[in-house]
């Protein structure tokens, strides 16, 4: 469960969490992942459920990377910008083809599908950059001040 969830990220926050992760895939996919990180003390405000929703989403990524993009390095990146928290993974393996993403289950490619559907809940963003031979760049955005549906007290309109 701490892998979901780990106690790293309500402790310390996402960029903490992140950078935990990024040694996670090392060990276990022998992944390199380099983090950078701004504003950094911006997302503090993040609502706690999407900060373990980027995390999840985030680690779904990565994974994918371990897994199909035949590299052995990936760059994370954390960003604030015109409100919105942006989250950059990037790679440059293999690539794919777009229409993996509108073919949900082929293969058992679930995982992007997912990422979407949880950012889109959240009324984030989610984009996709991927050409067969020149690597992936996928990026999440989320309001900053955004919270879940859940946390909004009565009356709440953001």
Known sequence: MYRLSPPVLHD?????ALEWL????QRDYGLEVTVDSSHSGSFSTLDPTVRALLFRCVKELLVNVA??????RADLSVSVKRRQVLVKVSDAGVGFS???????GVGGRYGLVSVRERIGFIDG???????PGNGTVAV??????KQT????APGDDR
């Open 67 to 72: 897994k199909h993009a035949k590299v052995s």
């Open 22 to 25: 990024a040694e996670e895939m």
């Open 12 to 16: 310390l926050g996402l960029v903490s």
């Open 98 to 104: 777009e229409p993996v993403l509108a073919q949900p």
């Open 140 to 145: 999440l955005s989320v309001p900053l001040g």
């Open 125 to 131: 963003d989610f984009k996709i950059d991927s050409i």
């Open 149 to 152: 549906r859940a946390r909004r």
